[in-house]
């Protein structure tokens, strides 16, 4: 999937409109461009589970040494040691992640877990910055709610091995609720929060770069 630039400008009008900050560029070779701008060496820095970060080279620009990276994909961490680098994503000064969906109106919708992706995208860092591929714009609330339910969340269920029903049929067992709340019982379910943000009173803390091809899932 891809759109132009000029399909993506009304996408970023609507969350300017929104005091949300937008960037289109049409590759995801141009992000690491627009990122730069947004760092200061020496930053701290922590991310959100993300694919998009890893295919676009964000990771590693975060790993260059240029910034104090809370690096949540190292080697061999334990499990007290994540949750630490995730309570640190709340005081870092800039978060990255993307978004599981943006609407045309200039809505993120983002669905957590254990909610340590979508606290510090509500609250903490003075800057956040999302990437997001086209594949994830969607024309409404109820459509990106479905957009979580058949595709975002089982191919994350079962990329993070999830014991989930999603992980092994690729679809919510609450596929046509269009209710966030509506799913399953599993113990492993990563379907536990979910954050909508609309119109931000701290203008361009937010800052979404859209790009014209699809990334992540
Ligand atoms: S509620 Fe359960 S089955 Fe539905 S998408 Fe979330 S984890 Fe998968």
Redo the contacts with the bound molecule.
Sequence with gaps: MRMSLAELEPIAAALRKNNIAAHCVENKEDVITIIKTLLSTGDTVAVGGSMTLFETGVIDLLRSGDYHFFDRYQDSLTPEELSEIFAKGLTADVFLCSSNAVTRDGVLYNVDGRANRISPIAFGPDTVVMVVGCNKIVDDLPAAVRRV?TVA??LN?KRLNCQ???AVTGI???SESDLFTD??Q?PD???AHCLISGRQRVENRIHVILVGESLGF
């Design positions: 339910k969340a089982p269920a989930t029903p999603c919510c067992t609450a799913g399953c599993s379910r990563i379907c």
